[in-house]
């Protein structure tokens, strides 16, 4: 496989449940995103690791966990969510956590809360 | 405060009538501005990377040009496929993040 994967593309859950979402690039690269995109909003920065390392949380909900096991792969660890979180969660990677450099991103997850 | 402003906000051409997209920002220091193209249930796609006032770059039917304070992505002749949204992002140096606009959606009418 070539790019970025994210899986899955559709999650429907309970505000009491607990789901993860996954994230794979084959670009290799060394920072990964996770981004929000709601309806007639910009995307919004969630989270940013570079080297395995987390370099930024934009006042995200402790609901919204992440986890970078290697530079290959990126995971966001949702629990007790809020139906204001239904969303498409975007994953994206770039060369170097830099702002010259262009992100390519997954075809996301689309979240539904119930 | 960096900004990132588009328009119009919705496109509707028809094939073959060229026109261009606005992408206005404000940012200290540019480092990049950046092209991408949305399609329904799908991820950006990367399209085109500018660094600097009077660079152009050009792919197909796009070509991307930037001023110090805009950004354009003309369109010649398109064609229904052209149809998307097409996304505007500028990395600066004030803050560690690139900024995304909201987006224009274009609709090409055979």
């Known amino acids: 496989e070539t790019g970025v994967t994210q899986t899955p593309r559709h999650l429907v859950m309970g505000m009491t449940n607990k789901k993860s979402l996954k994230c794979e690039q084959h670009l290799g690269h060394n920072a990964m995103y996770w981004y929000k995109q709601s309806a007639k909003k910009p995307l919004e920065l969630m989270f940013v690791y570079s080297l395995e390392e987390r370099v930024e949380n934009n006042s995200v909900p402790s609901r919204f966990s992440p986890e970078c096991p290697n530079s290959s792969h990126l995971f966001l660890h949702l629990h007790t969510l809020q139906p204001e979180d239904s969303a498409l969660y975007l994953c994206a990677s770039s060369q170097v956590h830099l702002t010259d450099q262009p992100q390519h991103f997954g075809d996301g997850t689309r979240l539904s809360i119930l | 405060e960096d900004q990132v402003t588009q328009s119009p906000e919705a496109l509707r051409l028809q094939e073959g009538e060229s026109s261009s997209l606005n992408c206005s920002y404000t940012v200290s220091g540019l480092r990049g501005l950046f092209w991408y193209r949305q399609d329904p249930g799908k991820g950006p796609e990367f399209l085109f990377t500018l660094y600097s006032a009077g660079e152009e770059k050009e792919k197909e039917r796009l070509k991307a040009t930037l001023t110090k304070k805009e950004s354009f992505l003309h369109i010649t002749a398109p064609k229904p496929e052209d149809s998307a949204t097409y996304l505007c992002?500028?990395?600066?140096?004030?803050?560690?993040?690139?900024?995304f606009g909201p987006g224009t959606s274009l609709s090409v009418i055979p």
């Open positions: 992002a500028v990395g600066g140096t004030s803050y560690d993040k690139v900024i």
